[in-house]
C-alpha cells in the first residue's frame, strides 16, 4: 500500500486536527469510562460534562468560533492540557485565561500536541484569526510531528489516535533528546518571530518546568496532579486553576 504525502505546510488555512469534528461526546481521549470507573473518589460523574468539537476538530463551549469579531481576540495553544481533557469546559486554563482577558476566544490546542503543531498550527492561522494575544502551554520537549503518515490528521502523542497510529515515540529510535531539544527551541524561538512580524501580545508558559514546581510548591509529589479531574492522568480543577494564574500572573506583567 502506499502511503500518500501529507503537506501539513500548505497554504493558509485552519488546520484539520486528529480529535473528533462536528460533534459532541461524554467520553475523549483517556477520558473514557473505563478510566473513570478506575478511579476512586473522583470529583465528576459521566453527567458533568462532555466535550464539544467544531468542524476543524477544536473543542469549543456552548458556541462555535466567530472569525468575523470586532472583540479582541485570544488563541491558545498546547496539548490535552490546553484542550481540558478531563475537566469541563470552563475549567480548562485556556478558557478561564481567555474570561480573564476579555475577547473572542479560539482554542487551538490539540490532545499529544508537539512543539512541532504549536507552531505550524499558529504560522498557517494567523493570517486568518488575526490574534491580539497568543498564549501557549508549550508541550513537552520529547514530542515531534512526523510529516508523511497515513493518518493524515493525526499530530502529537499517543492519545486515542486511530489505530494508535502515534507521530510520536514511532521510530524513536530515529532521534535522541539533544535533537528533541533542539527541534522544541528551535520552535520556540519561531513563534517569538512570529510575534515581531505580526505584534500579538505573546505569554508562554512551559509544561515541563510548570509541572515541577506545581507538584513542589503544592505538596503533590506523592500524589497525582489528576486526583481532581475525571481521567486518571490528566491535570485536574486545581492545577488548571494554577496554570491560569501563571498566565495571568505572566500577562498582567507584559
Known amino acids: 500500500m502506499t502511503i500518500p504525502f501529507v503537506n501539513f505546510w500548505g497554504d493558509s488555512a485552519i488546520p484539520m486536527t486528529w480529535q473528533p469534528k462536528s460533534v459532541s461526546m461524554t467520553w475523549f481521549c483517556t477520558d473514557t469510562e473505563e478510566s473513570y470507573k478506575q478511579k476512586q473518589n473522583n470529583v465528576f460523574t459521566p453527567e458533568s460534562f462532555g466535550y464539544n468539537f467544531n468542524k476543524y476538530g477544536y473543542r469549543i463551549g456552548s458556541r462555535d468560533w466567530d472569525l468575523n469579531t470586532t472583540r479582541q481576540r485570544?488563541?491558545?495553544?498546547?496539548?490535552?492540557?490546553?484542550?481540558?481533557?478531563?475537566?469541563?469546559?470552563?475549567?480548562?486554563?485556556?478558557?478561564?485565561?481567555?474570561?480573564?482577558?476579555?475577547?473572542?476566544?479560539?482554542?487551538?490546542?490539540?490532545?499529544?500536541?508537539?512543539?512541532?503543531?504549536?507552531?505550524?498550527?499558529?504560522?498557517?492561522?494567523?493570517?486568518?484569526?488575526?490574534?491580539?494575544?497568543?498564549a501557549i502551554y508549550w508541550p513537552d520537549p520529547i514530542r515531534w510531528e512526523f510529516?508523511?503518515?497515513?493518518?493524515?490528521?493525526?499530530?502529537?502523542?499517543?492519545?486515542?489516535?486511530?489505530?494508535?497510529?502515534?507521530?510520536?515515540?514511532?521510530?524513536?529510535?530515529?532521534?535522541?533528546?539533544?535533537?528533541?531539544?533542539?527541534?522544541?527551541?528551535?520552535?520556540?524561538?519561531?513563534?517569538k518571530l512570529l510575534q515581531r512580524l505580526y505584534g500579538f501580545k505573546l505569554v508562554e508558559v512551559f509544561s515541563e518546568k510548570f509541572t515541577l514546581e506545581y507538584l513542589d510548591n503544592h505538596l503533590h509529589i506523592n500524589e497525582a496532579y489528576s486526583f481532581d479531574s475525571r481521567d486518571l492522568v490528566h491535570p485536574g480543577i486545581t492545577m488548571q486553576e494554577s496554570i491560569k494564574n501563571k498566565f495571568i500572573d505572566i500577562y498582567s506583567n507584559l
Open 147 to 191: 510529516y508523511e503518515t497515513f493518518q493524515w490528521d493525526s499530530t502529537g502523542a499517543a492519545c486515542d489516535i486511530p489505530h494508535f497510529n502515534s507521530v510520536w515515540n514511532v521510530e524513536a529510535g530515529s532521534f535522541n533528546e539533544s535533537h528533541l531539544i533542539n527541534l522544541f527551541n528551535r520552535n520556540v524561538k519561531s513563534v
Open 74 to 134: 485570544i488563541l491558545t495553544l498546547g496539548c490535552s492540557h490546553t484542550v481540558g481533557v478531563g475537566v469541563p469546559w470552563e475549567h480548562a486554563w485556556s478558557t478561564m485565561f481567555a474570561d480573564y482577558v476579555g475577547g473572542e476566544f479560539f482554542n487551538l490546542g490539540i490532545a499529544g500536541a508537539s512543539s512541532d503543531t504549536v507552531f505550524r498550527t499558529l504560522l498557517q492561522t494567523i493570517d486568518i484569526i488575526k490574534p491580539d494575544i497568543v
